[in-house]
């Protein structure tokens, strides 16, 4: 089970900082990624991080937001379009070496949690 918090509301430029709390099923060797999704559209890969450390963005990201600890999500200078709710996943497969960025590799996903960015 993920757990998502940290969510809330800010004007553009601010920071935030996303918690994603793990329980339950090991997580231990398994990729995790943060996505978002905002109404009518699909949910979009935002980071994702690998059980060794490697780690990709999102080029409308890269810069501002950075995963540590695998478990959280520190995202700076923050803008109107990053407005939406941000979901918490593990990967579905042990010990991947690639990132996962695709929805479909990850099978555990958490509530999510909503950011809005006010300009």
């Known amino acids: 089970q993920l757990v998502e918090s940290g969510g809330g509301s800010v004007q553009a430029g601010g920071s935030l900082r996303l918690s994603c709390a793990a329980s339950?099923?090991?997580?231990?060797?398994?990729?995790m990624g943060w996505f978002r999704q905002t109404p009518g559209k699909e949910r979009e890969f935002v980071a994702a991080v690998t059980w060794s450390g490697s780690t990709q963005y999102a080029e409308s990201v890269k810069g501002r937001f950075i995963i540590s600890g695998r478990n959280f999500l520190q995202m700076y200078k923050l803008r109107p379009e990053d407005t939406a709710v941000y979901y918490c996943?593990?990967?579905?497969?042990?010990?991947?070496?690639?990132?996962?960025?695709?929805?479909?590799?990850?099978?555990?996903w958490g509530q999510g949690t909503q950011v809005t960015v006010s300009s």
């Open positions: 996943a593990r990967d579905g497969r042990p010990w991947r070496s690639e990132v996962p960025t695709e929805p479909r590799f990850f099978d555990t």
């Open positions: 339950g099923r090991s997580f231990s060797g398994y990729a």
